[in-house]
């Protein structure tokens, strides 16, 4: 079992719809949870980052943690094309010191 | 704040050649971060050193790959000899107050060693 496991997708939703993004983790006793984003050919950026459970919102973008069911989910509210990239989810793991990434999921927001 | 910055954008070599990927985190940042990314297996971590000292490295593939931090404003990863299933693209990152602090990627080095 992969430590965080993400849809590769892609996901594709229409022009001002709402994105729904998806990671679940393995270690039950993670503490820290990452957001980022990665356009084609460049590096990760970070979007949000979420420790405790319950939604957390910056803008168009809310990240929701569930510890007892092990998941963490980025929405993006009025999706726009630039939002179209791969997003990655990112997690400190118990004994861990760095973070563990999933395999990201790609959105692609249409016109 | 001119960000991380790694050298070089992209490395072409011959399978058994050594390779030196340079990395410069942002200044006042005490922790530094090595991660490679693929196709197959996305986003590794490979070391990751706090205040220039390597803290965990379990993700090194092998002895041929080595990783130095001199000082707080330069990094090294040197792969000795490279081998094909070596070519990947590979992030330096650093952050203020470690992992729990948001990661400042660089531009990463693409590798292609044929």
């Known amino acids: 079992q992969k430590e965080v496991e993400q849809n590769s997708g892609p996901l594709s939703v229409p022009e001002g719809a709402i994105a729904s993004l998806n990671c679940t983790y393995s270690?039950?006793?993670?503490?820290?949870f990452f957001w980022y984003r990665q356009y084609s050919g460049k590096s990760p950026e970070l979007i949000m980052f979420i420790y405790s459970n319950g939604d957390k919102e910056d803008g168009r973008f809310t990240a929701q943690l569930n510890k007892a069911s092990q998941y963490v989910s980025l929405l993006i509210r009025d999706s726009q094309p630039s939002d179209s990239a791969t997003y990655l989810c990112?997690?400190?793991?118990?004994?861990?010191?760095?973070?563990?990434f999933g395999s990201g999921t790609r959105l692609q927001v249409q016109p | 704040d001119a960000g991380v910055i790694q050298s070089p954008r992209h490395e072409v070599t011959e399978m058994g050649q050594e390779v030196t990927l340079r990395c410069k985190p942002i200044s006042g940042h005490n922790s530094l971060f090595w991660y490679r990314q693929t196709m197959m297996r996305g986003l590794e971590l490979l070391i990751y050193?706090?205040?220039?000292?390597?803290?965990?490295d379990s993700g090194m593939p092998e002895d041929r790959f080595s990783a130095k931090m001199p000082n707080a404003s330069f990094s090294t990863l040197k792969i000795q000899p490279s081998e094909p299933r070596d070519s990947a693209v590979y992030f330096c990152?650093?952050?203020?107050?470690?992992?729990?602090?948001?990661?400042?990627f660089g531009n990463g080095t693409r590798l292609t060693v044929t």
């Open positions: 050193f706090n205040n220039n000292v390597p803290i965990d």
């Open positions: 990152a650093s952050s203020p107050f470690g992992p729990n602090s948001p990661l400042h």
């Open positions: 990112a997690v400190i793991g118990t004994g861990r010191r760095a973070l563990t």
């Open positions: 270690d039950r006793g993670s503490q820290s």
